[in-house]
């Protein structure tokens, strides 16, 4: 057995005691954006990785959504895992049919590998764009993994900064799939939210066939405060963004915590501080409703009950 690689330095590992919620989310409850790091004795990381993460494991994933009282998952990849995705996979099925999966896959992908993946539960790929991150991929490699999925009915997730979405978008509307956007494009806060550059995103999703996630205000604040010490009234500098998505794309939201929060550097929220977030941006019981359990549903489990 290799020897564990010890963390990135400055690593913040995630909140080890979450408060309970003040606000309860509802029956049905669906996490959108979370990840599994390792176990590394388990489960390696990448050689090619550019961070060393702490453990963040399926169960104690598991235990933060009991406390936080959600119901279902969407595992995401993680770059520290590269293209493999059996720390995914593993714990997709250990939820049985109450996770999904988010991979990362190659050019080279095979069709029974990708038929593979589905039957573990995943349904959709991962194209990343933040160099900080990853090496990105020529678009002519994403466009080729793009084919291949697309007749499995998954869908593409993208991470990107909103600066770079000019020169983006024209190839995101080629995609041959529905879209499914991190983190609401990472719009600059300190911009007005009715600015020219978040106006380009909204009609990006206007004219596309696009879902948003309206998650991650602790890496899209500038001002905060943050979601910790109790503060229930946290991130307000983000609310009119997300605020501005609910209420022109209700019925194409998510939401998710992003446990266990990878290469945050100035702070690590309190999760239970983070699910009070949401009736700030979501702000009627529909909007929560289908924010947090329709629209999730009818993405990764079409057609069932809660």
Not at 81 to 109: E, F, K, Q
Not at 127 to 148: C, G, M, Q
Not at 292 to 299: C, E, Q, S, T
Request: glycine share 8%.
């Amino acid at each position: 057995m290799s020897v564990p690689s010890p963390r990135t330095p400055g690593w913040l590992d995630w909140y080890r005691d979450p408060s309970v919620p003040a606000f309860r989310l509802p029956a049905g409850t669906v996490d959108t954006h979370c990840h599994v790091f390792g176990p590394q004795a388990q489960f390696p990381f990448a050689p090619e990785r550019k961070y060393t993460p702490c453990d963040a494991g399926k169960d104690e994933l598991a235990a933060l959504h009991a406390r936080l009282g959600v119901s279902r998952a969407v595992v995401v990849q993680a770059t520290c895992h590269g293209a493999d995705n059996t720390a995914l996979t593993d714990a997709v099925r250990a939820a049985g049919n109450r996770a999904r999966g988010i991979a990362t896959v190659r050019p080279d992908v095979s069709g029974a590998e990708l038929r593979a993946l589905d039957a573990a539960g995943v349904r959709g790929v991962r194209f990343n764009f933040l160099r900080r991150l990853v090496d990105t991929s020529p678009k002519e490699d994403l466009t080729t993994i793009a084919a291949k999925i697309a007749p499995l009915g998954w869908h593409i997730v993208l991470y990107f900064e909103s600066a770079d979405l000019p020169e983006l978008e024209g190839f995101f509307g080629s995609l041959p799939t529905p879209l499914v956007v991190d983190h609401m494009g990472r719009p600059d806060v300190t911009q007005p939210v009715d600015g020219p550059q978040f106006a380009r995103f909204l009609r990006f999703v206007d004219t596309n066939d696009v879902w948003v996630k309206v998650t991650c205000p602790e890496r899209l604040s500038v001002t905060g405060p943050a979601a910790l010490h109790g503060e229930r009234n946290a991130y307000t500098d983000v609310v009119p963004f997300g605020r501005r998505v609910v209420e022109e794309f209700g019925d194409r939201v998510l939401w998710g915590t992003d446990w266990p929060h990878p290469n945050l550097t100035g702070h690590m929220p309190d999760d239970g501080l983070l699910v009070d977030h949401v009736p700030h941006i979501a702000v009627t019981p529909e909007q929560q409703r289908r924010l947090l359990v329709d629209n999730p549903m009818k993405l990764y489990w079409p057609g069932e009950g809660v």
